[in-house]
Every structure is written in structure tokens, then in C-alpha cells.
């Protein structure tokens, strides 16, 4: 089994910061990506932040140069440190891995539970 552990969503005044982090966890042979998501009820789930396997954090236009993602390899985590946030970032936000479990050649997509960030205005 594998597991993501999301942690500190929270509520937050405009232009405040938080950071969520994720843990991955389980029979784990190899992590080949972790990011964020985030998702309004009602709309689809959209890109964060990513680490791929070049090691570079992609980011889209709305969060650029305020967000900040970063692994660390060794525990199998990824953290996002978001600043400046704004009203239009509220959402639940979901960690996500590319894991390849230990025995198999196959690697899937792992999705945490979700952690609710809600930036008030």
C-alpha cells in the first residue's frame, strides 16, 4: 500500500502564507514526481506546483513567484510554501505522486486526501 499524508491547510487573511506538506509512505521503490493541486467544488482539478524527475518546480501564471515547492528525496516529501495568497486561491488542495511500488515496473499516480485552504478577504 502507499499513502499521501497531506498536512497545514488552514484559514488565512489576504495576503497571508501557509504551507502545506506531504508525506508518501508505503512500499515505495521509487518516486518519480510530487506536486500539488488544488480544487473548487464544482470545477476541475488544476496544477500547482511539480517536480518532475529534471528536479525544476513547474509552476502556472496564477501562482508564479508566489508559491514555492520543494522535495526533499530522502523522506519522500513535498512541501509547498505559498505567499501572498489571495481570495481565488481558497480550494482544497491535493498532493499528488508518481510512485513505482516496490516489485512491480508500473508506476501510478497517488492522490492524498486533500487539505482545505480558505483565504478570506
Known amino acids: 500500500q502507499v499513502q499521501l499524508v497531506e498536512s497545514g491547510g488552514g484559514l488565512v487573511q489576504n495576503g497571508g502564507s501557509l504551507k502545506l506538506s506531504c508525506a508518501a509512505s508505503?512500499?515505495?521503490?521509487?518516486?518519480?514526481?510530487m506536486g500539488w493541486y488544488r480544487q473548487v467544488p464544482g470545477k476541475q482539478r488544476d496544477l500547482v506546483a511539480f517536480?518532475?524527475?529534471?528536479?525544476?518546480?513547474t509552476y502556472p501564471n496564477s501562482v508564479k513567484g508566489r508559491f514555492t515547492c520543494s522535495r526533499d528525496h530522502a523522506r519522500n516529501t513535498v512541501d509547498l510554501q505559498m505567499n501572498s495568497l489571495k481570495p481565488e486561491d481558497t480550494a482544497i488542495y491535493y498532493c499528488?505522486?508518481?510512485?513505482?511500488?516496490?516489485?512491480?515496473?508500473?508506476?501510478?499516480?497517488?492522490w492524498g486526501q486533500g487539505t482545505r485552504v480558505t483565504v478570506s478577504s
Open positions: 499528488q505522486a508518481e510512485i513505482q511500488r516496490r516489485g512491480s515496473a508500473l508506476t501510478n499516480i497517488y
Open positions: 508505503g512500499d515505495i521503490d521509487s518516486i518519480h514526481g
Open positions: 517536480i518532475g524527475g529534471t528536479g525544476t518546480p
